[in-house]
């Protein structure tokens, strides 16, 4: 009898090219399909819950698989794990409705973005986070954060995708907070465009080195033109698919 599972997985995503398959090369998805197949002898689909890009990782991530087994839901993660290389591992496991479908069932994505900043490079810092020289004005990223929330046309705060239909997103909440060493930007929204956590760290940190205003942030909403938008597309090595919400969420 055919049962399906929702897996939720933690990955240091930084020497993969992204979660989804990309033909042989080595991405998130194509190791936990390789786990199912020598865990289950048999060729095995995966869902994931988002894509994230190369290099990026996640502290929450979901995929769903179907399969026949008898083996309790709670234990299906762990038995993954013994083919999951140790930079992925499941970290909890449900039976869910066949029917049960993923992406249609996210309520809210939150990404993290983590920077810090000073007079130099530091060794330590940079594996997980990205340098930024001088101080930032934290007012000013928080004040200019606040224009973004709602739901509104993003178009001047991603890049182009042939996938994307419309560039309307809801924007729940934007934090920035100082961390000991750190800043971390918390971006959390109905839905991500395409590379757009990482612009919008870009455009915040602009904001913070008082090169843009609240004025500006409303001007390029208005313009709906990335072209005009002076944020780079930030290095990937300091994002983190940070949390999703799910509508229904099972229990064990």
């Known amino acids: 009898m055919k049962r399906k599972f929702l897996v939720e997985v933690q990955y240091d995503g930084k020497n993969y090219l992204g979660f989804q398959k990309n033909g042989k090369s080595k991405t998130i998805e194509l190791e936990i399909e390789n786990a199912l197949y020598r865990l289950f002898n048999e060729q095995i689909t995966v869902e994931g819950c988002s894509r994230t890009d190369r290099g990026v990782s996640a502290k929450k991530f979901y995929f769903t698989f179907v399969c026949e087994t008898k083996l309790p839901q709670d234990r299906v993660c762990f038995k993954i794990n013994r083919f999951l290389p140790k930079d992925i591992q499941c970290q ?49 990223m928080q004040d200019c954060g606040s224009v973004l929330l709602g739901r509104r046309n993003f178009k001047s705060f991603c890049n182009i995708n042939a996938d994307t239909t419309t560039f309307e997103r809801n924007i729940f909440d934007i934090k920035i907070l100082k961390d000991e060493e750190y800043i971390k930007m918390y971006f959390t929204a109905d839905n991500f465009l395409y590379n757009m956590a990482r612009i919008l760290a870009g455009t915040i940190i602009l904001c913070g080195q008082n090169k843009l205003t609240k004025n500006d942030i409303k001007e390029l909403l208005k313009i709906e033109d990335r072209s005009k938008n002076p944020a780079i597309t930030m290095q990937e090595k300091g994002l983190k698919l940070f949390d999703i919400k799910l509508k229904n969420m099972p229990k064990n």
């Open 92 to 140: 909890n496991s449900y039976e869910v409705p066949l029917d049960f479908m993923l992406r249609k069932n996210i309520q809210s994505k939150t990404y993290e973005y983590t920077i810090y900043t000073g007079e130099h490079i530091k060794p330590l810092l940079a594996k997980n986070a990205v340098f930024i020289e001088g101080e930032l004005d934290i007012k000013n």
